[in-house]
């Protein structure tokens, strides 16, 4: 049991689901706002993702992070902030037999270091790493990260002194994370989410995540998170294995059986699950002495 765990917050994501909350943050000042409620309501992390404020579909665009991150500074509200570096690898094969005519639609695939742009103009404290390609649901849609495209980045995030939290979908991806430290391009104690519950990755059941905890690398700090309606439970069942918590509009719409949530709701029912199993929950300050983090730029 984690007796001092930390809550990070995923305020928004950049799946499909605008048109399923009418209050999903989409524009920077939403966003930025979704982030301070989340800190208010207890969340010691927030982590974001950027939408195009028209659409609702998710971004890669420097201006929108920009925003957002500076309207959560003006505010006053203290957070640490971890900013998603995980966009620019989606691909999308054509139908049956004419795979590389790729789908415009879905398709947003660029080098490593444009994945970066915005970590690069805006230094935020934490950001993240995805370890590994994966179907990312039905269809013909993957998300690609490489081997060398991983160690590129890793090394890039190093030099900028940025924490990276080393995202794990499924127990091959904590292999490559064991490869990262081996070689160096890790600094100090991992930064690890273990993401469940997506399609097609590691499910949400205690079994798996138990295995991916006992394959951690040594030293470890670790979170996880379970999508859907497993959101809440996972954040008992992360505390009970040892690690911290995520949750958030990013992996789960409701609080409860067909009641749309807010961010600060799902924070708040976080946090009282964790005190109720007795747990002190951490703030930014105390997150940012465990994890080692360099002050914010």
């Known amino acids: 049991m984690n007796f001092e765990p930390f809550v990070t ?34 969340a010691a992390v927030a982590h974001i993702h950027v939408r195009e404020p028209d659409s609702g ?5 420097v201006e929108l992070y920009r925003e957002v991150v500076e309207r959560v500074r003006d505010s006053g509200v203290d957070v640490v902030l971890n900013l998603t570096a995980g966009m620019g690898g989606d691909l999308g094969f054509g139908p049956g037999e004419t ?17 970066l742009a915005h970590i ?6 934490i950001c993240t790493l995805d370890c590994g390609s994966m179907n990312f649901g039905d269809g013909n849609f993957i998300v690609v ?18 924490k990276p939290e ?7 991806h904590l292999w490559f994370v064991e490869k990262l430290v081996e070689e160096g391009l890790i600094e100090g104690s991992p930064l690890i989410q273990l993401c469940t519950g997506i399609p097609y990755g590691a499910p949400s059941d205690l079994g798996t995540l138990l295995a991916m905890v006992h394959k951690l690398p040594a030293g470890s700090v670790w979170s996880s998170f379970g999508i859907g309606r497993m959101q809440l439970p996972w954040a008992a069942a992360a505390a009970l294995a040892g690690g911290n918590v995520r949750v958030g509009l990013e992996d789960n719409l409701y609080l409860g059986r067909g009641v749309l949530a807010s961010n600060g709701q799902l924070v708040e029912r976080a946090l009282q ?21 360099r002050a914010p730029a």
């Open 166 to 172: 080393l995202e794990v979908f499924d127990t091959g």
């Open 273 to 293: 699950i964790l005190t109720g199993m007795g747990a002190r929950p951490l703030g930014p300050a105390e997150v940012r002495a465990r994890l080692g983090l």
């Open 120 to 125: 690069e103009a805006l230094r935020p404290e």
């Open 57 to 61: 579909r998710g971004s890669r665009r």
């Open 9 to 42: 917050c995923a305020v928004t994501g950049a799946g499909d689901t605008a048109d399923k909350h009418p209050d999903l943050p989409v524009t920077p000042a939403q966003i930025a706002a979704a982030a301070v409620e989340a800190a208010r309501a207890g």
């Open 99 to 115: 795979p590389l005519q790729l789908d415009g639609e879905t398709t947003d695939m660029v080098g490593p270091m444009e994945r």
């Open 145 to 162: 990260n490489t081997p060398d495209m991983l160690r590129a980045k890793a090394r890039r995030i190093m030099e900028l002194g940025v």
